[in-house]
């Protein structure tokens, strides 16, 4: 990071970006993530964005617009800076109890012990998610053990994946879970914060990925239960479409993806059946 005088992060920190200047920006946000941000949220964007110029020392919008228009570090910490990470352990649990219940019964009648059934977390946020499924499969799920699990947690935030393979947590993240699952899963408490343990840690593959990139979507492989919550309503209705094609190409036949409480795939696409289980509403990919 370059070294600023007072005078110039005085002048940034009155910045402030014209019409044109702040739509050319959310387009590049809008190609780049899917994410649809517009005047309603000018002092949000601008905020950031002063933020990421001050930190490598660019004067002007069109200077930083060149600079991230191109790629790399930059584009990619923009990006991190815009990104929504609201998660924490078993939200939306109904999900957790439909998975053992009903998605992953179905998924295995007429596979053999050992078999590979891949579970995919897209987007993992800080880890929370992933780390949710397989906490609750080793608590929930007596066939755990039958099967080759493989968890996958994807995220387009770069920070955020670092956090996850770092997989500490404070209070809030831990809120939802019992005192027992905490000693059961989690190191000894450190700066209040809590480790999950190592053997959890090395269960699940983070990876980066972007739910509107085909190629980077593909890139994983398919999986047999996706869940891709609480994203799709920070999108535009172009934006859900591709992102729906990537996650319909993304399950095995008579995979599963489930949703967020407030999303449906049935207003996105027709290309999914609904299937409507006792703890959760979820959409199938066809078996043939």
């Known amino acids: 990071m370059k070294s600023l005088d007072a005078d110039f ?18 387009e590049f946000l809008y190609q ?3 994410i649809s941000y517009n005047q309603t949220k000018r002092f949000y964007i601008e905020r950031r964005l002063v933020e990421r110029m001050s930190r490598v020392g660019t004067r002007s919008f069109s200077a930083y617009m060149n600079l991230i228009r191109v790629g790399g570090a930059e584009a990619e910490q923009v990006i991190n800076s815009f990104t929504v990470n609201e998660t924490y352990f078993y939200r939306e649990d109904h999900q957790l109890r439909c998975l053992v219940n009903a998605l992953l019964p179905e998924i295995v009648r ?3 012990s050992g078999d590979l059934v891949r579970i995919w977390c897209v987007p993992c946020s800080t880890g929370e998610e992933p780390y949710s499924v397989a906490i609750w499969l080793l608590e929930n799920w007596p066939m755990v053990d039958a099967y080759n699990i493989e968890l996958v947690g994807s995220d ?3 920070r955020a994946l670092a956090a996850a393979l770092a997989g500490n947590y404070g209070e809030r993240a831990l809120s939802r879970l019992s005192k027992e699952i ?3 899963y ?3 408490p450190h700066d209040q914060n809590r480790q999950i343990i190592r053997d959890l840690r ?9 739910l509107l990139d085909s190629t980077a979507m593909s890139a994983q492989g398919r999986f047999d239960i996706v869940f891709c919550r609480n994203v799709l309503i920070y999108f535009d209705d172009e934006s859900r479409s591709t992102a729906s094609n990537n996650l319909f190409s993304a399950l095995n036949p008579g995979g599963f993806v ?5 999303e449906s795939m049935t207003r996105i696409s027709c290309r999914f059946a609904i299937r409507r289980f006792e703890d959760a509403i979820v959409y199938q990919r066809a078996v043939t």
């Open 110 to 112: 007429g596979r053999q």
């Open 186 to 188: 989690f190191e000894a």
């Open 182 to 184: 905490i000693e059961r």
């Open 258 to 262: 489930c949703l967020g409480h407030s």
């Open 156 to 158: 387009i935030d770069t």
């Open 202 to 210: 090395e269960s699940v593959k983070f990876t980066r990925a972007n």
């Open 9 to 26: 992060i005085d002048g940034l920190a009155t910045l402030r970006f014209s019409d044109e200047e702040l739509l050319r920006f959310c």
């Open 32 to 34: 780049r993530t899917g």
